[in-house]
């Protein structure tokens, strides 16, 4: 049995509305895999690069659909940037979910083109490429295999075929049977609140690191945590391989009869304990200069098709509390400006990486993420939601208190000083919105490291207590 896609029936009047007789549209094809089926959820057009003497006001002004990438032979096709297009996307997706492919909107057939179908072969292997160079964003999928549809502007028909992106071997590609589905599919939608409260010492080798880095490293140990919790749904413990609507999640015995209707599940993660031998010979004294503590709880919200196990969906969540992670830390560091030389009385700096929030496709439950730093409001997501994904929202569509902000008094003492972000207009594609400064003394005898505040109720937080090694002695 060969390979069977099912997108929505509402991505199809897109499409339409895309063709035209002398150019060609592009764009990612965003989805989830089961099996031997994919289930496609939106396409979303690529936006045009920046020009190098635009400025941001100009950028921002600039948000029409001529704004897209429309050339007019596939040899203009900028790989960098639709694979960099791929990245910013991945970001915003929830757990489970990933760029599988290509689209094309244009004249002609473009699998009888040699060359242009060479030139989007080496497309789908880019962003292959770039997406696998960041583990913590999964924006590898499952497969190795990549998706790519053409939408014939003068017919109207279209044509997909999967290619491997793991060669640029010349390939006609295998033919997948792409059908716009009328009924809708069933997803079902899981929701968790992660919690964290960890502390982590650092090295007086390591005080002098960049912020990036020591961020990159709370990740990892954050990540192999998360991936070896163990996950309860509905007070329950089912086998990973039972299909998630096979499961008695009302714990009555039987299932109900019927029209099936998706499910809203709540999970919890409980996260191993890890405990020492008691063994005095085992343990090691390590000289700190600082120390950064993890505070708060992250809101998860994931959705799994009708033929997802519950495998699935635990992988799913877990997914998305790391990339939901990583990519606001990632934000948050992007957004920092060249750091300062800070006085050893700067015993604590408290950094507000952005916070979730959500927004529902039109035609299908999933929803979507944006990042918003601290002063932004739900206009700045739609501006990313119009330029990345190519949808044209209201202010009213975007769920805005899954994440609530946090008054910074309540994680650090009120006698210290601290430094608050400052908020700047959005850039094309960057998303760095956020301004922050930071505070570091690179001197041995002013160790003083960064941290980060995400929001409380549904946030991250990180602060940063500085320990000044052997400062006091010297005074």
């Known amino acids: 049995m060969g390979r069977q896609v099912l997108a929505e029936e509402g991505i199809l009047p897109n499409l339409q509305a895309l063709a035209k007789p002398d150019c060609y549209e592009v764009g990612l094809i965003i989805g989830q895999t089961s099996g031997q089926r994919d289930y496609v959820i939106h396409l979303a057009r690529t936006p045009r690069p920046a020009n190098k003497d635009e400025t ?112 640029t071997t010349p390939s006609s590609g295998t033919s997948v049977d792409w059908k716009f589905q009328t009924a809708p599919a069933r997803w079902h939608q899981i929701e968790c609140q992660y919690e964290l409260d960890q502390f982590f010492p650092v090295t007086e080798g390591k005080v002098a690191q960049p912020i990036k880095k020591s961020l990159q490293e709370i990740l990892q140990t954050v990540e192999e945590s998360v991936q070896a919790s163990a996950c309860i749904i509905e007070g329950q413990a089912p086998d990973l391989s039972d299909g998630i609507e096979a499961v008695d999640w009302t714990g009555t015995g039987h299932k109900a009869k019927g029209k099936k209707e998706p499910l809203t599940l709540s999970a919890v993660l409980y996260q191993p304990c890890k405990l020492g031998t008691g063994d005095e010979e085992e343990m090691q004294l390590l000289p700190c200069g600082a120390s950064m503590e993890v505070y708060g709880t992250l809101a998860s919200r994931v959705f799994v098709n009708e033929k997802a196990t519950v495998g699935d969906a635990v992988q799913a969540l877990k997914e998305d509390i790391i ?153």
């Open 56 to 167: 941001e006001d100009t950028q921002d002004e600039r948000k029409r659909p001529s704004d897209h990438v429309v050339i007019k032979s596939f040899k203009d096709l900028q790989e960098h940037w639709i694979a960099e297009h791929a990245k910013h996307v991945t970001r915003m997706l929830p757990g489970g979910f990933s760029v599988m492919g290509v689209f094309t909107v244009g004249p002609g057939d473009v699998f009888a083109d040699s060359l242009g179908l060479k030139q989007l072969r080496q497309v789908l292997v880019r962003i292959k490429k770039h997406l696998s160079t960041n583990h913590f964003l999964f924006g590898d999928g499952c497969s190795v295999d990549k998706l790519l549809l053409h939408f014939d502007s003068k017919t109207h028909k279209h044509t997909c075929r999967l290619f491997s992106a793991d060669s």
């Open 323 to 475: 990339r939901s992670l990583a990519a606001r830390l990632e934000l948050h560091w992007d957004s920092l400006i060249e750091e300062e030389q800070g006085s050893p009385e700067e015993r604590v700096t408290l950094h507000e990486p952005p916070r979730r929030v959500l927004v529902p496709l039109p035609h299908c439950r999933v929803a979507l993420s944006d990042y918003l730093f601290p002063g932004e409001g739900p206009s700045e997501a739609l501006v990313s939601l119009q330029e990345l994904l190519d949808l044209d929202m209201s202010e009213d569509d975007v769920q805005k208190d899954l994440e609530l902000q946090a008054d910074p008094e309540d994680f650090c003492p009120p006698e210290v000083e601290r430094e608050s972000s400052d908020v700047a207009s959005s850039a094309p594609l960057s998303k760095n919105r956020g301004k922050a400064s930071s505070s570091q003394q690179h001197q041995q005898q002013t160790n003083v490291l960064l941290a980060g505040l995400i929001v409380a109720a549904a946030v991250l937080i990180l602060s940063v207590t500085a320990q000044l090694t052997g400062w006091f002695d010297r005074t």
